[in-house]
């Protein structure tokens, strides 16, 4: 199926670790983004990458670091994790041009922080 | 900078009834959308409505923007319980930024 998929679904884990999302998409996209939303469920954006550029930084912690081997894959890496972070992070892609801006939604990967 | 602002931020109605949410923005925009999550679940675009139109139709969805009150407006059609989600609307802003902007959204719920 065409999707955009990201991995693990669920991140459990303690303060002061170093954990990794992963975001696929098979869409064709060439942007892709990646969007924290916390517990009142405010999404806001952290990065977005086109053509395997960083385009939009956010005003994000360096702890964050994504990371796009290529157009079709988005990685987001967290060191040194804080209470903070716990929140649903979610992928999505785009493709640029058109006049349109619609973007696609991966599933979340919902992390913990205890 | 939180930029679009729903309203009310829960709504519960019956089945069948008609929901309308609010949205509002602050900076000029090229297009503004709105976005559904079921609980659990990623976002999922329901409609595209231009800086340029004033109201737009999918199915039993019926979206207007008035850019001059910065404002729009998301009305549901005949409720269904599937509806039952939070909607969020997102604006494009003008200046090539290539982001999009999300409200805090709105909870609906449909009562059998």
């Known amino acids: 199926d065409t999707a955009v998929s990201q991995t693990p679904k669920y991140l459990v884990t303690q303060m002061g670790n170093d954990k990794s999302i992963k975001c696929e998409q098979n869409?064709?996209?060439?942007?892709m983004y990646w969007y924290k939303q916390d517990s009142k469920k405010f999404l806001k954006i952290m990065f977005s990458?086109?053509?395997?550029?960083?385009?939009i930084n956010e005003t994000v912690p360096n702890r964050f670091s994504p990371k796009s081997p290529d157009k079709a894959h988005l990685n987001l890496h967290i060191n040194s994790l804080e209470l903070g972070d716990s929140a649903v992070y979610f992928c999505?892609?785009?493709?640029?041009?058109?006049?349109?801006?619609?973007?696609?939604f991966g599933p979340g990967t919902r992390l913990t922080v205890l | 900078s939180q930029q679009g602002e729903e309203d009310p931020q829960a709504l519960s109605i019956q089945e069948g009834e008609n929901a309308t949410m609010n949205c509002s923005y602050k900076?000029?925009?090229?297009?503004l959308q709105w976005y559904r999550q079921n609980s659990g679940r990623g976002l999922v675009h329901l409609i595209l409505?231009?800086?340029?139109?004033r109201e737009k139709h999918s199915g039993r969805l019926r979206v207007t923007l008035d850019t001059s009150k910065k404002s729009s407006s998301l009305l549901i059609t005949a409720s269904r319980a599937a509806d039952t989600a939070s909607y969020f609307c997102?604006?494009?802003?003008?200046?090539?930024?290539?982001?999009?902007?999300f409200g805090q959204g709105t909870r609906l719920t449909i009562n059998p």
């Open positions: 999505a892609s785009r493709k640029s041009g058109g006049g349109r801006n619609e973007q696609f």
């Open positions: 869409l064709g996209h060439d942007t």
């Open positions: 990458y086109n053509n395997k550029e960083l385009i």
């Open positions: 900076t000029s925009i090229n297009n």
């Open positions: 409505i231009r800086s340029n139109e």
């Open positions: 997102a604006t494009d802003a003008t200046g090539g930024a290539q982001k999009l902007v």
